[in-house]
């Protein structure tokens, strides 16, 4: 009898964490698709925002072409270009749980560490030499070069990092399971949002001057 009770608590509790799981990702469809229609907005609930759909009669196949990151976006002063294609820039995609980026690096450009809370990420060289890894809850960093044609894997909300070795400019394609991944750059949370001085001094052994100079640097309303 106990036995049996707590082979049925243990279906339970693998139910329930299997039920966690799917409430941790993008939800499923319940259509084929769903292309906002800007003209009806959206709909905050408090887990997600829900766009109204077009009438799928006036879906387009361009609707679901996106043509935008044929070349690489604007390159800011670490040396990375990245075009975030999400639902507001590829309608197409939403509620399809996906999401992609494609960023490019100049020779020796970073795209410095950072995380993406909803999302796992496949990423993969489609040209250059890149060096690419990602830190585990242990702080265990598992990173290497990897080559044109290679793909690396950063695990969800786990910190990532890559930096263009190569001789030449590099570019990479990278797939999130969600279609809003979020994404957190380590330098700016820290330094660029607003947390108080003194707790960063004593979090980071640092001293008021080495403050400012990181603040300078990665806050931009520290205008100096
Ligand atoms: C969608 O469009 C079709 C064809 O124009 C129409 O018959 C249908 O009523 C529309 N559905 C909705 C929900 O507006
Ligand atoms: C690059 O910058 C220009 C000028 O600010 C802007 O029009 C363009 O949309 C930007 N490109 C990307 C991919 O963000």
């Known amino acids: 009898m106990a036995k049996k009770m707590s082979s049925a608590i243990?279906?339970?509790?693998?139910?329930?964490?299997?039920?966690?799981?799917?409430m941790a990702s993008d939800p499923d469809p319940i259509q084929d698709y769903c292309i906002p229609n800007p003209k009806f907005g959206a709909i905050r609930t408090p887990l997600h925002t829900i766009h109204l759909c077009k009438n799928s009669s006036e879906a387009t196949t361009d609707d679901f072409i996106f043509s935008g990151m044929k070349v690489a976006g604007n390159f800011s002063d670490m040396g990375i270009a990245a075009i975030s294609v999400n639902p507001t820039v590829f309608p197409g995609i939403n509620t399809l749980g996906m999401s992609f980026v494609r960023a490019d690096l100049k020779v020796g450009g970073i795209n410095?560490?950072?995380f993406h809370p909803r999302a796992t990420e496949?990423?993969?060289?489609?040209?250059g030499?890149?060096?690419?890894?990602?830190?585990?809850?242990?702080n265990r960093v598992f990173a290497r070069v990897i080559e044109q044609g290679e793909v690396m894997v950063f695990p969800r909300g786990l910190v990532h990092f890559q930096m263009n070795v190569g001789k030449k400019p590099a570019t990479i394609f990278g797939s999130f399971n969600s279609q809003n991944p979020g994404s957190q750059r380590i330098p700016s949370a820290i330094f660029g949002s607003g947390i108080n001085d003194e707790l960063l001094e004593k979090a980071f052994g640092l001293s008021p001057k080495q403050i400012g100079t990181m603040r300078r640097r990665f806050d931009p309303k520290s205008v100096s």
């Not at 496949?122 to 040209?127: A, G, L, R, Y």
């Open 112 to 114: 410095p560490p950072h």
């Open 10 to 22: 243990t279906i339970l509790l693998v139910i329930f964490a299997l039920l966690c799981d799917v």
């Open 129 to 138: 030499s890149v060096y690419s890894g990602f830190v585990d809850s242990t």
């Open 122 to 127: 496949i990423s993969h060289v489609v040209k």
